[in-house]
Nanobody, 123 residues
Framework: QVQLVESGGGLVQAGGSLRLSCAAS????????MGWFRQAPGKERELAAA????????YYADSVKGRFTISRDNAKKTVYLQMNSLKPEDTAVYYC????????????????WGQGTQVTVSS
């Protein structure tokens, strides 16, 4: 069983940056695909970004492409989401999640989840 703990959320002005971190414990992190989801009030959960176990392939939703960067450090069992040029519409709870690497890295069928961290972007 893998446990995930997110950190790095907070309040930032539009145009600013934040870096989210997700620390994992458990044996399978280094071979799993990892993703960052977000869910704003009244909206459906969205897969914002994903990265395969080696870091060699990434996925980004159109809404964050060019502004967000996902990365991972398998030695530290941590996945990151660097968010630049933030907009008020990026306001959401951000969740880290993982899944078996045999699944398609760009789909939203994940196996385990963190508790989420709030990101609020003021205008």
């Amino acid at each position: 069983q893998v446990q995930l703990v997110e950190s790095g959320g907070g309040l930032v002005q539009a145009g600013g940056s934040l870096r989210l971190s997700c620390a994992a414990s458990g044996r399978t992190f280094t071979t799993d695909t990892m993703g960052w989801f977000r869910q704003a009030p009244g909206k459906e959960r969205e897969l914002a970004a994903a990265i395969i176990w080696s870091g060699g392939l990434t996925y980004y939703a159109d809404s964050v492409k060019g502004r967000f960067t996902i990365s991972r450090d398998n030695a530290k069992k941590t996945v990151y989401l660097q968010m630049n040029s933030l907009k008020p519409e990026d306001t959401a709870v951000y969740y880290c999640a993982g899944k078996n690497s045999r699944k398609n890295y760009a789909t939203d069928d994940y196996d385990y989840w963190g508790q989420g961290t709030q990101v609020t972007v003021s205008s």
